[in-house]
């Protein structure tokens, strides 16, 4: 059974870098084809793709944010972490973590976690 | 980047409707397309990939079909539990997601 479950501070002040982590189970990141994905929601919005690292240690990020991003993975401790430099209020949102697989795409969402970004 | 839109945003239906959700990508994404539905404080469930491939549990008056650009999502017969917000997501480069469509109860 995958499940995730993502873990962070849930405010941060403008100006400050957020690190979220991913803690996951049911599957090892050093299994050919897995990947796990970063994505996030600000209330009442659409959903945000926000970046990807795979078994191999590739990565891919939002164009539009990828000066801000860098995605880990550790494999030992079946975590992924995600931080994003230079928080702004329009950053205040659901930050979710998913499983991806080469087969479908992201198939198991963790609960997402509440960040707001407040002074 | 491939944007993504989805119509209509809101969709007012009664159960046992026909329900169909449409989504265009500004360009040609293959057939690179999954749908997910998802209900308030909830994440999002993962119902077709692949443009048309149905994910395991998910049932089957769930459909998906198109590719290059048009795509469509199909509830045969709208039931209870279908009534959420429903998104395109294009996994061709980079991922995409369209704006979302609510389905609400008429």
């Known amino acids: 059974q995958i499940t995730l479950k993502e873990s962070g501070p849930t405010l941060v002040k403008p100006t400050q870098t957020l690190t979220l982590t991913c803690t996951f189970s049911g599957f090892s990141l050093s299994t050919g084809g897995v990947g796990v994905g970063w994505i996030r929601q600000p209330p009442g919005k659409a959903l945000e793709w926000l970046a990807l690292?795979?078994?191999?240690?590739?990565?891919r990020y939002n164009p539009s944010l990828k000066s801000r991003l860098t995605i880990t993975k550790d494999t030992s401790k079946n975590q992924v972490v995600l931080t994003m430099t230079n928080m702004d209020l329009v950053d205040t949102a659901t930050y979710y973590c998913?499983?991806?697989?080469?087969?479908?795409?992201?198939?198991?969402w963790g609960q997402g976690t509440l960040v707001t970004v407040s002074s | 980047d491939i944007q993504m839109t989805q119509s209509p945003s809101t969709l007012s239906a009664s159960l046992g409707d026909r329900v169909t959700i449409t989504c265009r990508a500004s360009?040609?994404?293959?057939?690179?397309l999954a749908w997910y539905q998802q209900k308030p404080g909830k994440a999002p469930k993962l119902l077709i990939y692949k443009a048309s491939s149905l994910e395991s549990g998910v049932p089957s008056r769930f459909s998906g079909s198109g590719s290059g650009t048009e795509f469509t999502l199909t509830i045969s017969s709208l039931q209870p539990d279908d009534f959420a917000t429903y998104y395109c997501q294009q996994y061709d480069t980079y991922r995409t997601f369209g704006q979302g469509t609510k389905v609400e109860i008429k």
């Open positions: 360009q040609s994404i293959n057939s690179w």
């Open positions: 690292i795979y078994w191999d240690d590739d990565k």
């Open positions: 998913a499983h991806w697989n080469a087969m479908t795409t992201e198939d198991y």
